[in-house]
């Protein structure tokens, strides 16, 4: 079993729609990253958590510490928001990164 | 400006022959990670480093050597020993505890 698990593995909507992926982990945490990687290959950091909720414009993380999950959210998807979305987990005992496999998104106009 | 650079963004290699992969980053983080990509799949740690002259091995070290002499550079060459060396390569840095960033990521292709 992985320790961490990203659903789905590819998700395609409307453009509109209210967007869901999912992380759980199975590992203590000090915090959980999610990213996105563009066709092109580049990566951006979009949120480190370690507790509660952030929103950065449509985006909005949330992280459950006591059931080890979070999700990553998008409202009012576009079709620039198509790209992989990818979960991370720094270990608090090592503080190394454990990577999730990643989720394919594609927005349709 | 601050950030993350990796030279150069494409590559081509004769088999048999070494290359080396540059990564540099003006954020004074402390730890700095090469990452290999094959396509459609996800990242795969190939060495990190958290402070000067030390380094850890990843899970797919094999075929590849780094160095950290200097905070800011983590260069990785790619020897003529890594079997299937054809990938995309990303270089990241952070506090030992912080945010990620990513370098542009340098294409591999060995002919």
């Known amino acids: 079993k992985n320790e961490v698990e990203q659903s789905p593995q590819n998700l395609t909507a409307q453009e509109g729609e209210f967007i869901t992926i999912n992380c759980s982990y199975s590992v203590g945490i000090s915090a959980l990253h999610w990213l996105q990687q563009h066709p092109g290959g580049g990566i951006v950091s979009l949120f480190m958590l370690s507790s509660g909720k952030k929103k950065h414009g449509r985006l909005i993380a949330t992280i459950n510490i006591q059931e080890k999950h979070s999700s990553l959210h998008i409202t009012a998807s576009h079709p620039r928001d198509s790209a992989v979305y990818i979960c991370a987990v720094r270990m608090d005992s090592n503080y190394q990164l454990i990577w999730g496999a990643g989720t394919k998104l594609i927005i349709k106009p | 400006d601050g950030g993350i650079t990796q030279s150069p963004k494409y590559l081509f290699r004769k088999e048999g022959q070494n290359v080396t992969l540059s990564c540099e980053q003006n954020l004074n983080h402390d730890a700095m990670y090469w990452y290999r990509q094959d396509p459609g799949q996800g990242l795969r740690l190939i060495y990190y480093?958290?402070?000067?002259?030390?380094?850890q091995k990843g899970d797919i070290a094999e075929g590849y050597s780094v160095s950290r002499e200097k905070k800011e550079s983590f260069p990785l060459t790619v020897t003529s020993a890594q079997k299937n060396p054809t990938a995309f390569y990303l270089c990241?840095?952070?506090?030992?505890?912080?945010?990620?960033?990513f370098g542009e990521g340098s294409r591999l292709t060995v002919l």
């Open positions: 990241a840095s952070s506090y030992i505890t912080g945010e990620l960033f």
């Open positions: 480093s958290q402070i000067v002259n030390d380094f």
